[in-house]
Structures are given as structure tokens and as C-alpha cells.
């Protein structure tokens, strides 16, 4: 880091910038942003050249390397806005990236950030430390995500704002951050039912207000200031949340602990149908993780989920129960310490808990109820895109037939056609059996 300060001192000093200034901009001894003078771009020792924009008051890097269209990043802003779009072009070089470390090395706490389509990478620790950030739009050309580009972050207020099915989506459910397809605000419950014990965080995307939290019967559930519901007793009441002014109220059902109860509320809000066989197998694993301790002696799937406590056994046998509902074969072995469990996806046999390190795993895969499998559950194009679905292992006649022909259009062979942003229902039918895939359509 003392190595990148001196360098940058320098590049300053070329572009005309006091010296003074440029470490006072570097060690945070000034409170406000100093402005920024438009010079060309001037070469450092290593060959990096570096160039400030005195209008926007960003500060690019252009590696040894870089060509028109690659290579030249956000290294710094000095500009005095919290609600920034980033620039798309510096000169004749297209911006692509967001350096490492830089909210390092500016003083402005931002607020909301968007970066325009053309960026592929957000390197690591690039926002880092930026506390004010409840909001950064990134776009399907973005790629890479660095490791804790949002370190230090406000991360129940931060929503990631992406299209669906992007890399950034997925770093945003990876790292448990809030994300979004839309700036507007949001609420996601996730699920309104709840087993007595429960906890569940409330989800708020794209707010950056005070929100003020209530249940209207703390004897059935209470719910904290960072939105966390907690189960009490069985029953119902009421979840709100004012937010500026305006009042959000949910309806909430807590039920009794039974395996039924818990079974039912983890394949509702958990472990869903919608996700493919290697997502379910996850997120079990998470949710047994967050909800099951090994720690007691009981062997039974019933004791471990009416409970929350057994021995690796009975363990093992609720993470069986979750999944055999959607048919996946899964067995109790004997692990490297204790008993755990295996699983099959696309004919090849994983350990559950570690199937996440694994490579080569079929990721679409997806088990139906309908005796077949498909090639993938959901699907995600832009307006325009092709895709299709494939029974596979079938014999009999299947049809097709989508819920929302503004959206995606399906044929009788299962292609796919979007149409329009949104997302629809395609309805795969074999017999009088039927199996409902996701498609999403972004702009």
C-alpha cells in the first residue's frame, strides 16, 4: 500500500498537482476533496500511465498492456458527489474495471454507485470500507468480482442491483448480500410461515432510510431492529415496517415444531422445487447447518428436526428426508469422522458436504416428479435469446406451454424464445403429471 501511496504522489506531482494536496488526499488530512485538474495521461516508472478527469473527478490507470478497448481502470475519485455513475470511456480507452483498493483512496463516502455496461471486473477490496453504500448497479458485463470487494460495507442495508442470472447475482447470494433486478425498494419476507424457534432475516434492497420494525403479537414472533423475525409460540400476527413515512405490514404464521411442520416450511422457503439438484443439495446443507446441531445422541430425523439437536446419525437422516422429497437418491455413510451423507446428481455419486470444492458437477441437472429428469430447471435471456429444455430419460410424449407468452414463448420440441423483459412460467406435461421451469428475461 506505501508502495502504490508513493507512486500515485508522484503521477500527482507530474500532473501538476501540489504535493501538499496529494498527500494530504492520501493519509485522510483533509475532510473535504480536493478538486482535480483534466491533464493527459503521464507515465509512471513501472509504465502505468495515469490520467485525472477534473470535471468527473476520477482518476484512471492505464496498464503497460491496455488497448482501446481493455485495461483502463477506476484507480481513485476525488470528486465531492455520494450518488456516482461511473464512466464508461477515458479518452479513446473503454473503462473496464474497478481497482483493488479503491475506496482506499478517496475520502467521499458514497451512496449509490452504477457502473455502465462495458466493465467486466470489480477487483478485490475495491468498495471496501464504504459504509454509506446501500446501492451499486452492476451490470451482465461484469465477470469477476474480487474477494471482499465489500468488505466493511453495510451489508443489511447494501443491494447489489444486477440482471438475472449475472455474475454479480451470484456473488450477491454467495456473500449473502441483498440483491435486486430493480432500484426500487423491496421487501422480501422469505416465506411467512414459521416453525416455533425459527429465525429469519427480513430482506429490505435499494432503502437507505431508518426503518422502524413491529409485531403486532410479541407473544407469537418478535422481530428486531435489523428486521430478524423470531418464532415464539404458534399463531398469527403481524410484521411491519415504516419506512419514510409509509407503513409495510405482513402476515405472519408461526406453527408448532413438529417434522411435518419443519419439513413443509424448508421445501416452501428453503430448499425449493424451482432449483436444480446440485442447488437444493447446498442449500440443504445450509440450512441444516443454521438449524441442526449434532451435538445430542438421538439417531432419529424426527428428534433432529423437532428439536434442532441429535448425533451425527440422526443428523444425516433429516439432511435424507429433505431431499428424497424431490426424489434424489441420497444415503447415510460413514464419513472420514462421522456419519454424513451421499448424494446423486446426473448418475454420479458426491459427499453432500463437500460437493461445493468438487469440479464437474452437473449444476443444471434437475430430478422431477414426473419420473424424468431435465436438462435445467430455470433459464435466464436477454430479449431476443434462444434456450431449451429437454426431458431427459423419457419416452413418453411431454408438452410444453408457457404462462406469460409476453415474456418467452415455448414450442412443442421445449425452445424457448424471449420476448419480453420479466419472467415466466414454461409448464412441462407428461401424462396428467406436470413440472413447473423458471424463465427470466432481462432487457
Known amino acids: 500500500m506505501n508502495t502504490r ?3 500515485i504522489r508522484n503521477w500527482l506531482r507530474k500532473c501538476g498537482i501540489l504535493t501538499l494536496t496529494a498527500g494530504m488526499i492520501l493519509t485522510g488530512m483533509i475532510t473535504k476533496p480536493v478538486e482535480t485538474y483534466a491533464v493527459t495521461f503521464v507515465q509512471d516508472t513501472d509504465g502505468t500511465k495515469y490520467a485525472v478527469d477534473k470535471k468527473s473527478g476520477f482518476y484512471y490507470a492505464l496498464s503497460k498492456s491496455a488497448t482501446k478497448k481493455s485495461s483502463c481502470s477506476i484507480y481513485m475519485y476525488g470528486g465531492q458527489k455520494t450518488d456516482v ?3 464508461s470511456k477515458c479518452n479513446n480507452y ?3 474495471a474497478v481497482s483493488s483498493n479503491f475506496s482506499q483512496l478517496i475520502m467521499t463516502k458514497l451512496t449509490t454507485v452504477k457502473l455502465p455496461s462495458g466493465y467486466t471486473t470489480i477487483e478485490k477490496e475495491a468498495f471496501k470500507g464504504q459504509t454509506q453504500l446501500y446501492r451499486i448497479e452492476i451490470p451482465a458485463s461484469v465477470k469477476s468480482i474480487g474477494k471482499n470487494a465489500f468488505q466493511g460495507c453495510d451489508i443489511s442495508k447494501l443491494t447489489i442491483v444486477a440482471p438475472y442470472g449475472s455474475a ?3 456473488y450477491a447470494i454467495a456473500n449473502n448480500i441483498n440483491y435486486s433486478n430493480s432500484t426500487a425498494l423491496s421487501i422480501r419476507t422469505g416465506g411467512m410461515n414459521m416453525f416455533v424457534g425459527e429465525k429469519k432475516q427480513i430482506r429490505v434492497c435499494n432503502n437507505s432510510k431508518t426503518i422502524t420494525w413491529a409485531s403486532s403479537n410479541k407473544k407469537v414472533a418478535t422481530v428486531s431492529k435489523n428486521g430478524t423475525v423470531t418464532a415464539k409460540k404458534a399463531g398469527n ?3 411491519t415496517a415504516k419506512i419514510n413515512g409509509k407503513t409495510y405490514t405482513y402476515p405472519f404464521k408461526v406453527v408448532s415444531r413438529t417434522s411435518g411442520n419443519v419439513l413443509q416450511i ?4 428453503y430448499v425449493t422445487t ?3 439438484d446440485y442447488e437444493k443439495v447446498v442449500a440443504a446443507n445450509k440450512w441444516i447447518k443454521a438449524n441442526i446441531k449434532p451435538t445430542g445422541t438421538s439417531v432419529s430425523a424426527k428428534t433432529a428436526l423437532e428439536t434442532g439437536v441429535s448425533n451425527y446419525t440422526g443428523y444425516a437422516n433429516a439432511y435424507k428426508n429433505i431431499l428424497e422429497h424431490y426424489g434424489l437418491k441420497v444415503k447415510v455413510i460413514m464419513g472420514k469422522k462421522h456419519m454424513e451423507n451421499s448424494v446423486v446428481i446426473a448418475g454420479k455419486t458426491y459427499t453432500a458436504s463437500t460437493i461445493e470444492s468438487v469440479s464437474g458437477v452437473h449444476k443444471n441437472y434437475t430430478t422431477t416428479g414426473l419420473g424424468v429428469a431435465i436438462n435445467k430447471s430455470t433459464m435466464t435471456l436477454s430479449v431476443g435469446g434462444k434456450g431449451t429444455f429437454k426431458a431427459l430419460g423419457n419416452t413418453k410424449t411431454v408438452t410444453w406451454s408457457s404462462t406469460n407468452k409476453k415474456v418467452a414463448t415455448v414450442t412443442k420440441s421445449g ?4 420476448k419480453g423483459a420479466g419472467v415466466t412460467t414454461i409448464i412441462m406435461k407428461i401424462g396428467t403429471k406436470t413440472y413447473d421451469c423458471k424463465v427470466r428475461v432481462n432487457k
Not at 424448508?266 to 422457503?269: I, P, S
Not at 425452445?415 to 424471449?418: N, Q
Request: net charge positive.
Open 266 to 269: 424448508v421445501w416452501d422457503n
Open 94 to 96: 473503454t473503462v473496464t
Open 237 to 239: 400476527t403481524k410484521i
Open 85 to 87: 455513475t461511473f464512466p
Open 168 to 170: 454479480a447475482e451470484k
Open 5 to 7: 501511496k508513493n507512486s
Open 415 to 418: 425452445k424457448v424464445t424471449a
Open 274 to 276: 424451482d432449483l436444480s
